[in-house]
């Protein structure tokens, strides 16, 4: 049986650089496995990064 600790190590997750507030954050897979979604952790601003097809193997990125 997993404890909490080893299940957060495996969520996926990006790396983004919050250029709204000069911060950095992760933003993690959906339930469904359909995008990777998240907030900016000052202002709240919400991001969505689908996934699909064509994309990259990038794990970190910048949102203005």
Do not use: Q, W
């Not at 650089?17 to 897979?29: A, D, E, L, V």
């Not at 601003?45 to 193997?57: A, D, L, M, P």
């Amino acid at each position: 049986m997993e404890n909490n600790d080893e299940k957060k190590k495996e969520r996926k997750f990006l790396g983004v650089m919050f250029h709204c507030c000069n911060t950095y954050g992760r933003i993690y897979k959906n339930k469904e496995g359909t995008a990777y979604v998240g907030n900016c952790p000052k202002c709240m601003k919400s991001i969505r990064v689908n996934i699909g097809e064509g994309g990259t193997n990038a794990r970190f990125f910048n949102a203005y």
